[in-house]
Every structure is written in C-alpha cells, then in structure tokens.
C-alpha cells in the first residue's frame, strides 16, 4: 500500500526565492510521480508528472525522481506571489488505479 | 475539453443523516474517484472505480458508500453524518495513470 509523506507543511518564502518542496514514498514499485497545485478555493490541478528517474523541467518549475531513494521533489526558481498555493504530490503504481496523494505543503510567497 | 460537476456545491446535513453526493463527467473517462479534503490538508481517496458497475475501496471507506451506475457518473453516500463534520469532498476522473481532473468540491457541513 502506497504512502506518500511531504515536507514541509508549510513554507513561507520571499518572491525571487528558490523554493524546494519534498515528497518521499513507500512503494518502490511505484511508476507514476505527479505534482498538483492548488489555489484557495480551487479544485487540485495536476502542475507536472514524471515516470522514470531524473529530472524534468518546465519554465520556472523542475522535478527530480530518484526511485532508490524513494523521493520525489519540486523546486521553483524566481517564486512569485501568484506560486502561492497548497501543493500535492500524488504517486501510483503500474497496474494501480489507486493515485495515492501526499498531505501537501502549503507555500506563501510573499512580495 | 471536459468538466467535472459536482452536486450540490454546498451540503449541510444533520447528526446521523444518510447523504448523498453526486458527480458527472463528460470526459469518457473510465476510472473516477471519491477524495475527502479536510481544511487546508491532503486529499484522502475514499472510493474509485475503474469501469462502470465497478466499486474498489480506498483508505478512508469506512463509514461511506459508493455506486457507479453509469460510466459517465459516480455517487457517494455518507451513510451516518457525524456532528461538527466538516470537510470538501472532491470527485475525480482519468484514464488509467493519466492526469485525474477534479471537480469543484461539494463542501460539507454536519450540524
């Protein structure tokens, strides 16, 4: 059975700061990494998801899997107010339809 | 593009009622799920379901019931509200281990 820990809970960060937010699981035959982002009063938006080790970047956004080590994170380079959010890390298995989600960390950047 | 809606947006029922939530999608997709968010926290899977008539349980089934009548469409029951319950109940769809989609919530409050 999946179970997906994030740290920290919350973070508090100056805009232009690099933000790192972490995630580690517990089922090493896991096979599918997303990272989801939530805005106050929004539906979960999927931000984005990676399937094998190493890293994947988009824009201002990077994510780097290491499945030996079982964890999975998110930087953001140049954080602005609008990156506030709640974010979810989610993982699942091959062959799983169970996407099991972290408990979030919650990011403020502050202007 | 698809939608997700969530019925109704806001619930508020009393100690030991029976209530039911209901979720349509129009994205054809196969799997949809049953997540609870409690405030500001991570989403926990409740139910989801791979096909039509289809019903798996996730961790927090308990004290919940599930039915897939038709692909398109999923519905939850609390089967006994306990007072001062208060949380976001989120319905979600994807196909396999794709991007799930969200809906907006259906915000629940036991007085």
């Known amino acids: 059975q999946q179970n997906v820990q994030q740290s920290p809970e919350s973070l508090i960060v100056p805009e232009g700061a690099r933000t790192s937010l972490n995630c580690t699981f517990s089922d090493s035959a896991s096979q599918y990494f997303w990272w989801y982002r939530q805005h106050s009063g929004k539906a979960p938006k999927a931000l984005m998801s990676i399937f094998s080790n190493g890293e994947k970047e988009e824009g201002r956004f990077t994510i780097h899997l290491n499945k030996a080590s079982l964890h999975f994170s998110l930087h953001i380079r140049d954080s602005q107010p609008s990156d506030s959010a709640l974010y979810l890390c989610?993982?699942?298995?091959?062959?799983?339809?169970?996407?099991?989600f972290g408990s979030g960390t919650q990011l403020t950047v502050m202007p | 593009g698809g939608i997700i809606t969530q019925t109704p947006k806001f619930l508020i029922g009393q100690e030991g009622q029976k209530l039911t939530l209901k979720c349509q999608q129009n994205?054809?997709?196969?799997?949809m799920y049953w997540y609870r968010q409690d405030s500001g926290k991570g989403l926990r899977l409740i139910y989801y379901?791979?096909?039509?008539?289809?019903?798996q349980k996730g961790d927090l089934s308990e004290g919940y019931d599930a039915s897939r009548e038709k692909k398109s469409s999923f519905s939850l029951t609390v089967t006994s509200a306990q007072k001062n319950e208060m949380a976001v109940f989120l319905c979600a769809s994807s196909w396999d281990n794709t991007e799930v989609f969200f809906g907006k919530g259906t915000r629940l409050t036991v007085v």
């Open positions: 989610a993982g699942a298995s091959s062959g799983s339809w169970q996407l099991i």
């Open positions: 379901s791979i096909t039509e008539n289809d019903l």
């Open positions: 994205f054809n997709h196969d799997t």
